[in-house]
């Protein structure tokens, strides 16, 4: 958080009053608790460009009619192994659970599981929703997508065709689960934001502008003739994160039946890909976890260049056991955007620790 | 090619050529048809560290008894959207194509059909097996290990951990479909291999050496103390390609049960993943056409720094018409092995043309 100071909180008060905050803006108590619930998770794993301060928004689009305050999916196709809902622009945070629960009951069924969800508002992050499935000893994959965006150029382009797709795995182990959870492209939007806000550099050129230049330099991002970001691999493997980007944007919005030109308005709801898949439609668990120990063992101790090798998730766990502990962590700049809803509301925040 | 001559034959004359080949050393009529037809296929589709130039390694692997020459696969385990074989190195090109085609029954009975395969004698390019699926109006993504092969590292690591592994989706559109095949690694162990065999430099630094040093050259990959290959992202994004490795290894070998303990010895054998989705599952097909092609299009149309943005898969159908139309291409080192086969099986190579 460089040279900004850290306001810690209770983690239960801070739920509540995001809870209170979403009811008051119109949300149902579930609607008002999942979306809470799964914000606060993005903090907690480390996601603080998709945590708590993305709440105003959310408050937003429940007040002016971009997210509904509840109501039911509408079930556009429903087979052995994969279905499809038209959120109607729920809240993504009160859809996804839903939606992976369905997976996982189908994977249980079938060996896999598979959601496509079309019309969902903003799901924030996909992280915070992975352990539904490596609770109970399944895997999961997310990918999503975001019809109203263009922020991520085509390789070669210098132009913004595609959004900035997030891409996440989950998978149990005999310890703690495997998370990742990264966007395919070189940069994600919020941390683009994110420089701005904090007048930084991007750590690395991951924007080409308007001219077709390689930049750093965030405020290229946000000109008129605005530079793209672009794709996982930059300008000499970037087919590699173009062809990927594809690949999340065709499974996720042209599976779901609904592409740019439809969802030209729909601002920033997201299309999404969810699989869930059982190890034990395959054969012995154990043998399947043996097998994942193994090769994640094999990574923790192969020799590094400095510091050790780390796994996947490992962060986002030492993050949220720590801040479960000693409570939620927010920078100066996420907690202005949260003094702001509680000055919309009129709902004070919880006292710090 | 470089400066190297390229030799041009008749692609049936080198197909059937291929076939006798295998059939000489000791492939039955269908494993020696499909083997020949999918090698080959890989040239041309423009993957020509995965073609013919794997003939020799494939009569090889046959004569010593590391492939089987005919056989059935043993079903591990068949529920209704996955099933698992144990091929017991049977050879890929004979496998995959059994397999897709269980998944593609799958996939039309369920919506997804999922394949696994483990001990499959090496599978060559990925590329080659996708239109099995798209020409049906299918979607299909493949990813392969190699449990017996140790050619990656950890992001951050600086020891081979993983095996340089290929990921491929096949997309069916209103015109040729889009066709995407990569390693997840910064380069594959065959274009080290070329590289080195050329006497060139990589054309980046791909390599990281038992000193934790980036290096472009190739020889230090065959070194004693061997560098080994970075995953896709490179010093500053390897964690995305760490993980998307790590999902490969985890979706391919965890899965089908069969780890590098088990598998040490599987020399080049690999475990597979396959998926084939069916659009029609889920709704109109020709919705699913029109957002795919509207998101390609889009990239297509997009402004360019220089040359114009294309299509994966672009080429692989140009190298494919030109060669149908020209003849098959070999360079100098390609023919080099080929002559070897020729020699070995005293079998002459047909005429140039």
């Known amino acids: 958080m460089n040279s900004e100071n850290t306001h810690k909180f209770d983690y239960q008060a801070m739920l509540d009053w995001a809870i209170a905050c979403l009811q008051s803006a119109g949300a149902s108590a579930e609607v008002a608790r999942t979306t809470a619930y799964y914000l606060l998770e993005g903090d907690m794993l480390g996601y603080r460009t998709h945590g708590l301060v993305r709440l105003y928004d959310n408050m937003r689009w429940l007040r002016d009619g971009k997210s509904r305050t509840e109501g039911e999916v509408t079930v556009v196709s429903d ?34 599981g598979t959601m496509l ?41 210098k132009q913004a065709v595609f959004s900035p797709n997030p891409f996440a795995i989950g ?8 998370i990742f959870d990264i966007s395919l492209s070189m940069t994600a939007a919020g941390k683009v934001r994110q420089a701005k806000a904090n007048g930084q550099r991007l750590p690395y050129a991951a924007l080409v502008t308007a001219d077709g230049e ?20 930059g300008a000499q493997l970037g087919y ?11 499974w996720s919005m042209a599976l779901s039946l609904h592409g740019r030109q439809a969802g030209a308005d729909d601002g920033d709801a997201n299309s999404v890909w969810i699989q869930v898949i059982d190890p034990a439609a395959i054969g012995d668990y154990a043998a399947f976890q ?36 000693h409570g939620v962590e927010f920078s100066d700049a996420i907690l202005r955007v949260l003094q702001r809803c509680a000055d919309d509301r009129q709902l004070p925040l919880p006292a710090e620790r």
Chains 1, 2 share one sequence.
């Open 240 to 250: 590699k994160g173009y062809g990927l980007t594809l690949f999340s944007e065709i």
């Open 117 to 157: 969800l079309r019309r969902s508002q903003h799901v924030a992050s996909l992280a915070a929703y992975l352990s539904l499935a490596t609770e109970q000893q399944l895997l999961i994959s997310v990918m999503a997508s975001s019809p109203g965006q263009r922020a991520v150029t085509a390789h070669g382009g």
């Open 290 to 325: 043996a097998v994942t120990d193994e090769l994640l063992q094999a990574a923790l101790n192969s020799a590094a260049i400095d510091p050790p090798v780390r796994l996947p998730g490992q962060q986002s766990h030492a993050h949220k056991q720590r801040q479960l502990r």
């Open 79 to 112: 087979r052995p192994a994969i279905a499809c809902w038209d959120a109607g622009f729920l809240p993504g945070p009160y859809v996804m659970p839903k939606a992976i629960q369905v997976a996982i009951d189908k994977a249980k069924q079938c060996g896999t």
């Open 214 to 233: 390689w930049s750093d330099d965030p405020h290229t991002f946000f000109a008129e003739n605005a530079s793209a970001i672009a794709p996982l691999g």
């Open 171 to 178: 998978v149990p182990t005999s310890s703690q689960a495997l």
